[in-house]
């Protein structure tokens, strides 16, 4: 059986504050990365306890860069580092059996949900996919089950896990801590959490729902936090702007739709880099 892991990092059990999930900072580097490595590593341990055969483990957070190679259990294969054209899930296909969602957060505008956003707090308000909101947890596994993979694992903070169990039906899923707002947190014992994901792993390859049904073509539709983001957005070919804040883009090829999906994201962001570096500063209006 082959088993796809894809790990964020603000979903991680101990990850308390913003500094530890912030791309080089020294609480990022000496605590974030390292909870986030026993994490999988654990998860990892419990998949081939259960009859896994592969294991390749997709760096999720940021710029794909927190686990180092060194750290990782030597029977899994790492995709690190984070490209648009490498596509949402690198080597993801039918030959896989399982994906395993670690470290979530819950979706933008979820209550009692630490860190809660969906894939940009900079730039997105809703991503809805076939007329269903989604977050992150939404995306990747809307994606595995056009390739027929199913979710057969969850890990994160208590809504997250609540946002999986919802969209894709029972299955394994462990949660590490009870968000009690966006910047606080309630923890629970480190050791047991991880006994708790290695027991997990190892049920997950023998239970959980069947892949998940998405029709085709695929329509995504992003409702960006300003009118900025959109209009960069909308630069996608094939793209259809309907409202100020909203950009839509339809296709029957899934891989195309995705791709479309991550462009539009990262031309948002230049917008939303310009906001924060004062560029737009003349037409910004405030009351
Ligand atoms: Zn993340």
Request: hydrophobic share 40%; glycine share 4%; proline share 8%.
């Given at each position: 059986m082959n088993v796809y892991i894809v790990i964020d990092m603000e979903g991680v059990a101990g990850v308390t504050h913003g500094s530890m999930i912030r791309t080089g900072h020294v609480e990022w580097r000496e605590r974030g990365t390292r909870l986030m490595t026993a994490e999988v590593n654990t998860a990892v341990e419990g998949a081939f306890l259960g009859g896994a055969t592969s294991v390749l483990v997709k760096d999720g957070h940021d710029s794909g860069q927190n686990i180092r190679r060194e750290d990782l259990d030597p029977r899994a294969e790492l995709v690190s580092g984070n490209s648009v054209t490498v596509g949402l899930m690198p080597g993801l296909d039918s030959t896989f059996d399982k994906l395993f969602l670690m470290g979530f957060h819950a979706k933008m505008g979820t209550r009692f949900a630490q860190f809660d956003h969906t894939i940009s707090t900079a730039t997105i308000s809703d991503l809805s996919i076939n007329d269903v909101v989604v977050g992150e947890i939404g995306m990747y596994g809307m994606y595995a089950g056009l390739c027929g993979v199913s979710v057969s694992l969850t890990t994160g903070d208590g809504p997250a896990v609540e946002e999986s169990q919802a969209l894709f039906g029972e299955h394994e899923s462990v949660r590490v801590k009870q968000g009690l707002g966006r910047f606080a947190v309630r923890t629970f014992d480190p050791a047991q959490i991880l006994a708790q994901i290695k027991e997990g792993a190892?049920?997950?390859?023998?239970?959980?729902?069947?892949?998940?049904?998405?029709?085709?073509?695929?329509?995504?539709?992003?409702?960006?936090?300003?009118?900025?983001?959109?209009?960069?957005?909308?630069?996608?070919?094939?793209?259809?702007?309907?409202?100020?804040?909203?950009?839509?883009?339809?296709?029957?090829?899934?891989?195309?739709?995705?791709?479309?999906?991550?462009?539009m994201v990262a031309l948002a962001g230049i917008a939303a880099s310009r906001w924060a570096s004062g560029l737009y500063k003349s037409g910004d209006a405030v009351v």
């Open positions: 190892k049920s997950a390859m023998n239970s959980g729902a069947p892949p998940l049904e998405v029709s085709l073509p695929v329509t995504i539709s992003i409702d960006f936090l300003r009118s900025a983001e959109a209009d960069m957005a909308e630069m996608v070919p094939g793209s259809v702007r309907s409202s100020a804040r909203t950009v839509q883009y339809v296709h029957e090829d899934p891989e195309t739709a995705f791709q479309a999906l991550q462009a």
